[in-house]
């Protein structure tokens, strides 16, 4: 056998971490380069990219064809190096438990305005669903178009933990948030959005639910509005229409007039 043929029988795929362990023992500084893990989630495996403090990537891992594909992907995304790592960043698993309380973000080479629209997703609590206008208000860009509020959230390089997948049309339904439509639906069933509920009351046109004993009204995947019996639930077709019936906003979900 050949010398370089003897010498390609050596050859053996490095274990995940070995390329952060010898820029460590190097002296390269952690803020040249960001590093990713592949990590389980109640959707599958993904990898997470993380550098500099904040979570700056997500992807589920069969989206690309071997860990060199989604390295190159980040790149041309971020213009940074990224290396598989051991390390999560802290938080990360709470975060996939829909807990996301300590991590931060860095969305990457995103304009000013969808950066903005991107934090206010995350406010969207887990199992629920908010129309972009509601968006565009916890965003502090009130006139931002919903064309507009769609384009920053199909931009999100961070899915999964910034839930775009809880984003709805003004209708109620589900929007469209630029994931795999299977994946959608897997996101939001496992967080328990009941989607014969949402289509009942998107065929009754009402997107706003009011509590007949309480008189205040909510979007209807809000968890007080889940708690409202049948007979007294209210259904308004919007928020002017509630007001004008003496139902006052929630100030959990906080529907337009709060």
């Known amino acids: 056998m050949r010398l370089p043929d003897e010498l390609s029988t050596l050859r053996q795929v490095a274990p995940a971490g070995f390329a952060v362990r010898v820029l460590e023992r190097a002296g390269v500084p952690a803020h040249r380069y960001d590093c990713y893990v592949r990590t389980d989630s109640p959707v599958g495996p993904l990898y997470v ?29 971020t213009r940074r190096s990224v290396l598989c790592g051991t390390k999560p960043p802290p938080g990360l698993a709470r975060a996939l438990r829909g807990r996301d309380r300590t991590l931060r973000y860095d969305f990457g080479p995103l304009p000013d305005e969808q950066s903005a629209v991107l934090q206010a997703t995350r406010l969207i609590p887990f199992g629920q669903l908010r129309p972009t206008g509601w968006l ?27 839930p775009a997948h809880r984003v709805c049309r003004d209708d109620g339904l589900p929007a469209d948030c630029g994931l795999p439509a299977a994946f959608e639906g897997r996101l939001r069933e496992g967080e328990g ?10 065929r009754m046109g009402a997107r706003f639910l ?4 309480t008189r205040i009204f909510c979007y209807p995947t809000c968890a007080h509005a889940r708690r409202i019996t049948a007979r007294h639930e209210v259904p308004f077709t919007s928020a002017d229409e509630a007001a004008a019936a003496g139902f006052r906003g929630c100030r959990s979900c906080r529907p337009a007039t709060v």
């Open 49 to 77: 990219a993380h550098g500099r403090g904040a979570v700056t990537g997500a992807a589920a891992t069969d989206w690309y064809a071997d860990d060199a594909a989604f390295e190159e992907a980040y790149r041309a995304r």
């Open 136 to 162: 565009a208000r916890e965003a502090g860009l009130p006139a931002l178009a919903p064309a507009e509020v769609m384009a920053a959230v199909r931009a999100n390089p961070v899915p999964v933990l910034v």
């Open 193 to 202: 959005v009941d989607a014969e509920r949402v289509e009942r009351f998107v």
């Open 210 to 213: 009011g509590s007949g004993t």
